[in-house]
């Protein structure tokens, strides 16, 4: 059986050492770290990440500015609200949480944020610095997974590791993130030729393409490890529905020699990389005043 990774429990000790640090600073500087995440419309899956958000943010100290939109603000509101954030002292970090409805762009949103307070790392001076190896902020998802395989004492020097997945949000800055330490990085996706054989060289496996149960163990080599980033809702016959990965954990379990289990593998990471990138963005602040 696989060694498995336990996403809870390193949130839950990196959330308490963050607690402890805003508890120490806040008196400092005269006021608590403010994260700002801004949600359009009511999708059910972004509303309950919203609100692990914004609960996460009072269990460590943060100021939450939370802001729900209704479905149909235009790209010009929306701008505006981003401004006055941007402007607002006591607003350390902004997240806008993706995906946005179809009229509104994205990019241009992202791109209007102040980088320093990018919190999920997405603006284009911070993923140029990621490309640098630069310090600064990171992409949420992604730097949970390195958090979980340092956690793990993972050493990834020289080893084969392969993405499945090129998205912006996990696929390409986990890529860069595994070339800065060290291992030779394979990235996959949905036009790559011989797919299976490609996962089978993995050392160091990470699923990120939104397919439930895409990964079976015959793909696996024995011994890899597997980060699981999938997070996808399955109904079954009795019309029960559960949440599984984009691995089939049961199956990879008894090959890999670890895994992280979905749910409670990085999706706790995620939440606590944007508590310490905020914490971070905080910090930088007043040490530059």
Not at 174 to 180: F, G, N, S
Not at 231 to 242: L, M, P
Not at 255 to 264: D, E, F, M
């Amino acid at each position: 059986m696989a060694n498995i990774i336990d996403g809870k429990a390193l949130a839950k000790k990196m959330q308490q050492a963050i607690a402890t640090e805003v508890a120490q600073l806040a008196p400092k500087y005269g006021r608590s770290p403010g994260l700002a995440v801004l949600m359009v419309g009511d999708n059910p899956a972004s509303a309950a990440y919203v609100k692990n958000k914004e609960t996460a943010c009072h269990r460590v100290g943060i100021t939450s500015f939370g802001k729900h939109f209704s479905i149909d603000i235009t790209q010009t509101e929306l701008e505006q609200v981003i401004d006055e954030l941007n402007a607002d002292d006591c607003v350390d970090g902004i997240l806008i949480q993706l995906p946005l409805p179809a009229h509104l762009d994205a990019i241009a949103l992202l791109n209007r944020l102040d980088p320093d307070k990018d919190a999920d790392g997405l603006h284009p001076n911070n993923l140029g610095k990621l490309v640098r190896g630069e310090e600064g902020l990171r992409s949420c998802t992604p730097a949970g997974v390195m958090e979980l395989l340092a956690e793990s004492k993972i050493n990834l020097t020289g080893k084969k590791a392969v993405v499945v997945g090129r998205s912006i949000l996990v696929g390409k800055p986990i890529a860069l993130m595994l070339i800065e330490a060290n291992a030779t990085v394979t990235v996959a996706h949905s036009r790559t030729q011989n797919l299976a054989s490609v996962i089978g060289e993995a050392d160091l496996l990470i699923a990120a393409i939104g397919k439930p149960e895409m990964i079976t163990a015959n793909m696996v080599k024995p011994n890899a490890v597997v980060i699981d980033v999938g997070i996808n809702r399955i109904t079954d016959d009795a019309g029960k529905s559960k949440l599984v990965g984009d691995v089939d954990f049961a199956e990879i379990s008894q090959v890999a020699s670890h895994i992280t289990p979905v749910p409670g593998g990085v999706g706790p990471m995620t939440v606590t990389m944007l508590l310490q990138n905020t914490v971070w963005s905080y910090k930088r602040k007043f040490a530059n005043f």
